[in-house]
């Protein structure tokens, strides 16, 4: 799934809960858990390398990069 298909797809997630409902709303949340999907990745990425099992930074790993890609699709929804 592109960002983009992503970014719709939890957009249209959100407005299908019965709190959300309204577009703007709906997008905001989606960013919300876009935040918290890219918060959580690099959680886990940081503590991969302080148990030395992976190296290099979060920013340069692919998982990173779509989910800060969803993220831009969404604000730009």
């Given at each position: 799934?592109?960002?983009k298909e992503k970014a719709l797809?939890?957009?249209e997630?959100?407005?299908d809960c019965p709190e959300v409902g309204y577009n703007e709303h709906a997008k905001q949340c989606a960013l919300i858990a876009a935040d918290e999907v890219?918060?959580?990745f690099s959680?886990?990425?940081k503590?991969?390398?302080e148990?030395?099992?992976l190296e290099g930074s979060v920013e340069e790993t692919a998982t990173y990069k779509?989910?800060?890609e969803v993220k831009q699709e969404i604000e730009q929804l």
């Open positions: 799934m592109t960002p797809d939890l957009v997630d959100m407005r890219i918060n959580i959680g886990v990425h503590k991969l390398i148990i030395d099992m779509y989910w800060q």
